[in-house]
């Protein structure tokens, strides 16, 4: 009997084989398959590697970012406290939101995806190994020289989501600002990478026989997670550039009395921004959805309704972003439609 | 700013504590939804209860995905329309056009202070002042805010919700107080170094009284013309170039406008008491009270010359 | 031998140590103390124990005050002199930069009783 892409399972007969395997076989084996020995760790592109490397440093940010969470906690605890200078802390806080955003939530899902999914849908690694591999340690390196300038005093101090004018040259003089802007925007050209890979991975690497319709479901979700990075991240990356271009060269995107507004930069960040945090809730709903069902050793209930939840929920999260921007005095209607469109979006989380 | 009062216990917090019809509607919404969630839960436990003890039958209908159809759609659809058009409904009053005629303050975000400028019926600057709003009860006020550097954002809990000053923006708001009294603000947006200590007071005095405020504030203060000493230190330490003294020849319009600063409530935005002491402290070294703010410390006046200039100051009500 | 080492122990006696404690003000309340210097707005100008905020720089610091000998470096650190000096410093010394602060007698005695507290 053949299967539906016409292999024929009676092959699998073959297996195990009886007899002695043939001289050398094994070592060839073990010398072809090894994981990487001493400092060729380094050099490893194999998905389970870089994944591995990929959660550690997430995880490595989350324990920083979570540091900078505590100084600022001691500060909070009292009133007026004196603990931390003023300057530190505005720096401190700015951080602290910054690397849990971009350094630690993204990457620690699609760490995820990177480890779990070429398995999971039967693939020997992603599509394009080097380039996780590189998007990995771009992002290593560039996220600690990021992290690192708060110990120089050289920290943006613009809060994480860096509005102009206050980020603007007239208002943030030093190199702080540029730091965020150039850093954030190389990681998010990283992220862009790996989301390239995943869904090249799901779309063409998936094993014989497994039809969408069969797709695990975290697989799912990480299709539709790196989707809307594709569409969502070059909102980001556009308005870093436009504010790095404007503190660098003077341009006044963003400087009202040249002809800019500070709204343009709000509404490009939050364009990113709300999607933003349904790209760091996909994934986790996709592997709650997976662990449980396995957990309970039972069936995931609703599958379709699932996937066409997830699917609705990535499509409206674009629709909603003026919702970070209520007090910015919009017109009533644009307010009343961000309301119901979250309100909508909330229906299908 | 300063502690909270000993002796109360600090509930309701001011943002649950309406004091007029622009913040009224918003205290209620917050508790509606307060209590539409704390029902959602109690009916998400209930589910989560019956699915771990409860009897077979009931247990497989939780299994079922007409579960997910009806919980998961039908009922938060009914839910949350009903929840958009009271919440719409109910806000609808806090975004309405100003009428003709209103009351109109200009107030001005900058870094780190207020300016506030009434606007007399031809929309022209009548009267100045810094860091304190006074109005009059029962009427509805309607605020244009303004920024003169980068984004702040208006807020008096009890009064209102927040609205941002966004520069190159003019966004319209109202309040109105129903009670006298002093209502306490804070800017809500970032605007860099001590965005914490950028306070401001809102006083509202019944009409009678509002104009009796108005009519002293719109003449320069009894003080302000005489020889007094603290005036002449006003005048060679340079004031004049960033602050105004209605009354004088001192013009300056970088800073707060200081013609009737005796008669206000706070000093430095919202943070510190007012009197000849705190006056005479700010005078001399702002930066370690409010670091980064754009007063410099004045290391250079003798201890007779600060006492005298705070004096001066002081007596400008 | 015993009588002169009787008549040793009498006569250190006098010598014993007569700065322990803080110096008393009958019927004062240094918790009311503190709450008027704040109320006041002292620490505008000094950096003042248990206010976190402001650590004003334009006067010397109020830490250890209790244990000075000297109010603002001419006059004894007595109650009496403190208490003139807290409700009205000109009158003491005309150059100072502390303005009068109008506090009542009462108030500037608990004031003075709380920076005896100052250790």
Same mark, same amino acid.
């Given at each position: 009997?053949?299967?539906e892409?016409?292999?024929d399972?009676?092959?699998?007969?073959?297996?195990?084989?009886?007899?002695?395997?043939?001289?050398?076989?094994?070592?060839?084996?073990?010398?072809?398959?090894?994981?990487?020995?001493?400092?060729?760790?380094?050099?490893?592109?194999?998905?389970n590697?870089?994944?591995?490397?990929?959660?550690?440093?997430?995880?490595?940010?989350?324990?920083?970012?979570?540091?900078?969470?505590?100084?600022m906690?001691?500060?909070?605890?009292?009133?007026?406290?004196?603990?931390?200078?003023?300057?530190?802390?505005?720096?401190?806080?700015?951080?602290?939101?910054?690397?849990?955003?971009?350094?630690?939530?993204?990457?620690?899902?699609?760490?995820?995806?990177?480890?779990?999914?070429?398995?999971?849908?039967?693939?020997?690694?992603?599509?394009?190994?080097?380039?996780?591999?590189?998007?990995?340690?771009?992002?290593l390196?560039?996220?600690?020289?990021?992290?690192?300038?708060?110990?120089?005093?050289?920290?943006?101090?613009?809060g994480?989501?860096?509005?102009?004018?206050?980020?603007?040259?007239?208002?943030?003089?030093?190199?702080?600002?540029d730091?965020?802007?150039?850093?954030?925007?190389?990681?998010?050209?990283?992220?862009?990478?790996?989301?390239?890979?995943?869904?090249?991975?799901?779309?063409?690497?998936?094993?014989?026989?497994?039809?969408?319709?069969?797709?695990?479901?975290?697989?799912?979700?990480?299709?539709?997670?790196?989707?809307?990075?594709?569409?969502?991240?070059?909102?980001?990356?556009?308005?870093?550039?436009?504010?790095?271009?404007?503190?660098?060269?003077?341009?006044?995107?963003?400087?009202?009395?040249?002809?800019?507004d500070?709204?343009?930069?709000?509404?490009?960040?939050?364009?990113?921004?709300?999607?933003?945090?349904?790209?760091?809730?996909?994934?986790?709903?996709?592997?709650?959805?997976?662990?449980?069902?396995?957990?309970?050793?039972?069936?995931?209930?609703?599958?379709?309704?699932?996937?066409?939840?997830?699917?609705?929920t990535?499509?409206?999260?674009?629709?909603?972003?003026?919702h970070?921007?209520?007090?910015?005095?919009?017109?009533?209607?644009?307010?009343?439609?961000?309301?119901?469109?979250?309100?909508?979006?909330?229906?299908?989380? | 700013?300063?502690?909270?009062?000993?002796?109360?216990?600090?509930?309701?917090?001011?943002?649950?504590?309406?004091?007029?019809?622009?913040?009224?509607?918003?205290?209620?919404?917050?508790?509606?939804?307060?209590?539409?969630?704390?029902?959602?839960?109690?009916?998400?436990?209930?589910?989560?209860?019956?699915?771990?003890?409860?009897?077979?039958?009931?247990?497989?209908?939780?299994?079922?995905?007409?579960?997910?159809?009806?919980?998961?759609?039908?009922?938060?659809?009914?839910?949350?329309?009903?929840?958009?058009?009271?919440?719409?409904?109910l806000?609808?009053?806090?975004?309405?056009?100003?009428?003709?005629?209103?009351?109109?303050?200009?107030?001005?975000?900058?870094?780190?202070?207020?300016?506030?400028?009434?606007?007399?019926?031809?929309?022209?600057?009548?009267?100045?002042?810094?860091?304190?709003?006074?109005?009059?009860v029962?009427?509805?006020?309607?605020?244009?805010?303004?920024?003169?550097?980068?984004?702040?954002?208006?807020?008096?809990?009890?009064?209102?919700?927040?609205?941002?000053?966004?520069?190159?923006?003019?966004?319209?708001?109202?309040?109105?107080?129903?009670?006298?009294?002093?209502?306490?603000?804070?800017?809500a947006?970032?605007?860099?170094?001590?965005?914490?200590?950028?306070?401001?007071?809102?006083?509202?005095?019944?009409?009678?009284a509002?104009?009796?405020?108005?009519?002293?504030?719109?003449?320069?203060?009894?003080?302000?013309?005489?020889?007094?000493?603290?005036?002449?230190?006003?005048?060679?330490?340079?004031?004049?170039?960033?602050?105004?003294?209605?009354?004088?020849?001192?013009?300056?319009?970088?800073?707060?406008?200081?013609?009737?600063v005796?008669?206000?409530?706070?000093?430095?935005?919202?943070?510190?008491?007012?009197?000849?002491?705190?006056?005479?402290?700010?005078?001399?070294?702002?930066?370690?009270?409010?670091?980064?703010?754009?007063?410099?410390?004045?290391?250079?006046?003798?201890?007779?010359?600060?006492?005298?200039?705070?004096?001066?100051?002081?007596?400008?009500? | 031998?015993?009588?002169?080492?009787?008549?040793?122990?009498?006569?250190?006696?006098?010598?014993?140590?007569?700065?322990? %404690?803080?110096?008393? !003000? #009958? *019927?004062?309340? +240094?918790?009311?103390?503190?709450?008027?210097? /704040?109320? @006041?707005?002292? $620490?505008?100008?000094?950096?003042?124990?248990?206010?976190?905020?402001?650590?004003?720089?334009?006067?010397?610091?109020?830490?250890?005050?209790g %244990?000075?000998?000297? !109010? #603002? *470096?001419?006059? +004894?650190?007595?109650?009496?002199?403190?208490? /003139?000096? @807290?409700?009205? $410093?000109?009158s003491?010394?005309?150059?100072?930069?502390?303005?009068?602060?109008?506090?009542?007698?009462?108030?500037?005695?608990?004031?003075?009783?709380?920076?005896?507290?100052?250790q």
């Amino acid at each position: 009997m053949k299967g539906e892409t016409g292999f024929d399972p009676g092959l699998y007969e073959r297996f195990p084989t009886k007899g002695p395997r043939p001289k050398g076989e094994l070592e060839a084996l073990e010398q072809v398959w090894c994981g990487p020995k001493g400092w060729q760790w380094i050099t490893a592109i194999n998905n389970n590697f870089i994944g591995v490397y990929y959660v550690g440093a997430a995880m490595l940010f989350f324990v920083l970012a979570g540091v900078l969470a505590l100084l600022m906690r001691t500060q909070l605890a009292l009133p007026m406290n004196g603990f931390l200078p003023q300057e530190t802390y505005n720096q401190m806080f700015t951080v602290h939101g910054t690397v849990m955003m971009f350094l630690f939530a993204v990457p620690a899902v699609e760490a995820l995806g990177v480890l779990l999914l070429p398995q999971m849908v039967g693939a020997r690694d992603l599509p394009f190994p080097r380039l996780s591999a590189y998007a990995f340690w771009a992002y290593l390196i560039g996220g600690l020289a990021f992290f690192c300038s708060i110990f120089f005093g050289l920290a943006p101090n613009g809060g994480w989501f860096m509005y102009p004018p206050l980020t603007s040259t007239t208002y943030s003089p030093g190199i702080n600002a540029d730091f965020w802007l150039l850093g954030i925007g190389f990681i998010e050209i990283s992220a862009i990478a790996g989301a390239i890979e995943i869904i090249v991975g799901v779309l063409r690497n998936r094993a014989p026989g497994m039809t969408l319709d069969k797709l695990p479901i975290f697989a799912w979700a990480m299709l539709i997670f790196a989707c809307m990075i594709i569409i969502a991240f070059p909102s980001i990356i556009l308005s870093t550039l436009l504010l790095e271009v404007e503190r660098a060269l003077g341009w006044p995107f963003f400087d009202a009395l040249k002809g800019g507004d500070p709204l343009l930069w709000q509404h490009l960040f939050w364009f990113f921004g709300h999607p933003e945090v349904y790209i760091i809730f996909l994934p986790a709903a996709g592997a709650m959805s997976t662990i449980i069902p396995a957990m309970a050793r039972t069936r995931l209930v609703g599958y379709r309704l699932v996937v066409l939840a997830m699917l609705a929920t990535g499509f409206i999260s674009f629709g909603v972003w003026a919702h970070h921007m209520f007090t910015t005095g919009m017109p009533t209607i644009s307010t009343s439609f961000f309301s119901a469109a979250s309100m909508a979006v909330s229906l299908l989380t | 700013m300063t502690a909270p009062t000993p002796g109360t216990s600090g509930w309701p917090p001011p943002a649950l504590d309406p004091a007029g019809p622009f913040a009224g509607p918003l205290n209620v919404l917050a508790w509606v939804l307060f209590a539409m969630a704390a029902a959602v839960l109690v009916i998400v436990l209930v589910a989560l209860g019956v699915a771990l003890f409860g009897p077979r039958r009931w247990r497989a209908r939780l299994g079922g995905e007409r579960l997910i159809w009806i919980g998961g759609l039908a009922f938060p659809v009914v839910v949350l329309s009903a929840l958009l058009i009271y919440g719409l409904g109910l806000t609808s009053r806090l975004t309405e056009e100003p009428a003709a005629g209103e009351m109109r303050v200009r107030v001005t975000g900058e870094m780190w202070w207020w300016r506030v400028a009434y606007l007399d019926a031809h929309g022209r600057e009548a009267l100045q002042d810094a860091n304190e709003l006074h109005i009059p009860v029962g009427r509805p006020v309607v605020l244009e805010l303004d920024s003169a550097d980068v984004i702040h954002s208006f807020w008096v809990p009890r009064l209102s919700g927040k609205v941002d000053m966004i520069p190159g923006r003019r966004n319209l708001m109202r309040i109105q107080a129903d009670a006298p009294g002093v209502y306490g603000g804070q800017c809500a947006e970032y605007c860099g170094g001590p965005h914490a200590l950028m306070g401001f007071v809102v006083v509202a005095h019944e009409p009678a009284a509002f104009e009796v405020w108005r009519a002293r504030q719109a003449a320069p203060a009894p003080a302000a013309a005489t020889s007094h000493p603290g005036a002449a230190v006003f005048d060679r330490a340079g004031c004049g170039a960033c602050h105004t003294v209605a009354g004088t020849a001192f013009n300056g319009l970088a800073g707060p406008d200081l013609s009737h600063v005796g008669s206000r409530r706070t000093l430095g935005a919202g943070i510190l008491p007012n009197n000849q002491g705190t006056l005479a402290g700010w005078i001399a070294d702002s930066q370690s009270i409010k670091p980064g703010n754009r007063m410099p410390a004045y290391p250079v006046l003798t201890g007779q010359e600060l006492r005298d200039v705070s004096a001066w100051l002081e007596s400008l009500e | 031998m015993k009588g002169r080492a009787v008549l040793l122990a009498l006569l250190t006696a006098a010598c014993s140590d007569k700065s322990g %404690g803080p110096r008393e !003000i #009958a *019927g004062a309340d +240094p918790a009311r103390g503190l709450e008027v210097a /704040r109320k @006041v707005g002292c $620490a505008a100008c000094h950096e003042t124990p248990g206010i976190a905020w402001p650590r004003g720089a334009a006067g010397p610091s109020l830490e250890g005050f209790g %244990g000075r000998s000297l !109010i #603002a *470096g001419r006059f +004894p650190n007595q109650p009496d002199n403190l208490v /003139r000096w @807290v409700r009205d $410093a000109p009158s003491m010394a005309p150059e100072t930069g502390m303005p009068a602060t109008r506090i009542t007698e009462a108030e500037a005695r608990d004031v003075a009783a709380w920076l005896y507290t100052l250790q």
